[in-house]
């Protein structure tokens, strides 16, 4: 058994049994780890409030290779995001954010690149006053991009032509767009430009300057709705995050 330190960042907490509680962590050393906390749920518990869903925290706990709930030994919280636990919107995004981690990842395997993405998203979402929902599509198309997948947004995705569409066609099939020969033989969905810019800007910008674009309502809708579908079509065991649903109805302003 080896005694290993790290930092996490807690994606759900549930009771187990009448003192106990479990809790799922992405790591930055050691990939998605489940872990036991003992006596979490007595009036002293040395882990007081360190354990909610969205802290980055210090991890120490036992390992050992032939199980797969590990013990946690101390927990101490690194940052707890005031500003996105008291708003329910930003909220939203970030517990949103963890469903996918909670859904999509395998445990044990290490994915430093996911940990520094997944924080960025949050430290970014927590500093931001506005467009809360870039923060989600930001993460969207980076754990992508990390996962292996593209969107291409710069020519067919079939024939490969450049050209000026009147119309934009979206394969999700294909992962990108389609000129208008090749989307006459294929499902596709129509994307108005004003989304399709966005989500040029979403696939190549920095995270603070997205926060800084004007997205219309119908935008908002159409990119949620495509980052929905293009999931539920490439990865298994996704499903639409019950706190996105949340979101949704918010995000009218
Ligand atoms: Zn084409």
Partial sequence: MALLETEAIIIIEMPQGDTSKIIRVITRDYGKVSLIAKGARTFKSRFGGALEPLNVVNLVYYYKESRNLQLLSKCDIIQHYESIRSDLQKLAVGLSIAEILINLIMEEEPNEPLFNLVKLSLDSLEGTKKRYEMAYWYF?????????????????????????????HFSISSGGILCNKCASKESVRRLSRETMQVLRQVLSQKLETLFNIKASQKTVKELTALFDAFYQYHFDGYKTPQALQLLNSVIVR
């Fill in 140 to 168: 969207l198309t980076r754990f992508l991009h990390i996962s292996g997948f593209g969107m291409n947004v710069h020519n067919c995705q079939k024939c490969g032509k450049i050209r000026e569409l009147l119309d934009i």
